[in-house]
């Protein structure tokens, strides 16, 4: 973990959605997707605190500096002081934070599940898991086209029936929800292709509540990433806990240092 004065290199605005910031930081860091940074920097102290975001790509810049790079959705005050951010301007940066996803386990076949935003936390999962040539097939859902992530940030090539994009309203892809879709297709599986099967999941909690029950009930893993309000982000203030299952008892765990990705069968939903 580091803490890190970086500077804006864009903040831009994608069908004032999503923005995507990129961030010149003083070296290079390396993260596990599913890991995130706390960032503020905003003019003025309200809001205070850091917000969490998803580290969305990050790598080397010239000079051995570094980038890291974010997508953002705009939900409050914290994240439209940051849209109204202009290269060159400050950022404070605390990363890489809290445990990423599990992408150690080769033969295996993956699901990778993102609703909404979630796709910050799933797209550097899916550019990991192409990169070592591992099978994977992806779920994108959102209320409406516009809402999809740009099909150029897609990483992992445009291999055939490998993203399927799920629209509540039908305007693009499936006409549904991405937890119709994906328990269709889990219930649809072999019970070998169950055992290979991992599930990394990123989204609005409802969503992974639904396809964590669906899974456990096929007998599959899954790996959820969840989110929660976060104070300092790296382990101290325990305003992130979430309930865990641990044996017959509910243990806390902090969404910040043991999270913000757990083993779906251990999440009190
Ligand atoms: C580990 C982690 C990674 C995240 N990654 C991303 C990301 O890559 N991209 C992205 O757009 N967002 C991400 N988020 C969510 C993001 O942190 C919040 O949207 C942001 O903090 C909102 O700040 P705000 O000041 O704009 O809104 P606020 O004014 O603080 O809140 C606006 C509304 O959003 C709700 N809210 C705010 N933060 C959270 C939260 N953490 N969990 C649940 N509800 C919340 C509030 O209750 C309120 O209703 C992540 C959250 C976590 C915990
Ligand atoms: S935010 Fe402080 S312990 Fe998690």
Redesign the pocket.
């Known amino acids: 973990m580091q803490f890190v004065a970086g500077k804006i290199v864009r903040n831009e605005g994608h069908g004032e959605i999503?923005?995507r910031l990129e961030v010149a930081i003083p070296e290079p860091v390396e993260f596990t997707p599913?890991?995130?940074a706390m960032v503020s920097g905003w003019p003025g102290n309200d809001?205070l605190l850091p917000?969490?975001?998803?580290?969305?790509r990050a790598g080397a810049a010239p000079k051995g500096k570094g980038t890291a790079e974010?997508?953002?959705?705009?939900?409050?005050?914290?994240?439209?002081?940051?849209s109204g951010m202009h290269p060159g301007e400050r950022l404070s940066l605390t990363l890489p934070?809290?445990r990423g996803f599990d992408l150690g386990r080769d033969g295996r076949l993956y699901w990778l599940v993102g609703g909404?935003?979630?796709f910050?936390?799933v797209f550097p999962a899916a550019a990991a898991l192409a990169g070592r040539r591992t099978e994977f097939e992806m779920f994108l859902g959102s209320r409406t086209r516009e809402h999809l992530p740009p099909k150029e940030w897609t990483p992992g090539g445009s291999a055939p029936g490998r993203v399927h994009l799920c629209t509540e309203d039908g305007t693009a892809g499936y006409f549904g929800r991405v937890t119709e879709v994906v328990k269709e297709r889990l219930a649809g599986l072999s019970a070998a292709d169950v055992s290979r099967l991992m599930i990394l999941s990123?989204g609005p909690?409802e969503m992974l509540k639904e396809i964590a029950f669906a899974a456990a009930e096929r007998g599959a893993e899954m790996q959820a990433?969840?989110?929660?309000?976060?104070a300092c982000?790296f382990g101290v203030c325990w305003g992130?806990v979430v309930a865990l299952r641990d044996g017959e008892k509910v243990a806390y765990r902090r969404?910040?240092k043991e999270?913000?990705v757990f083993d779906a069968r251990e999440v009190v939903w």
């Open positions: 999503f923005y599913g890991q995130f809001p917000r969490p975001l998803a580290i969305f974010f997508v953002y959705k705009v939900v409050g005050r914290g994240t439209a002081l940051l934070l809290g909404g935003v979630g910050s936390s990123c909690r990433a969840l989110e929660n309000h976060m982000g992130c969404v910040c999270g913000p």
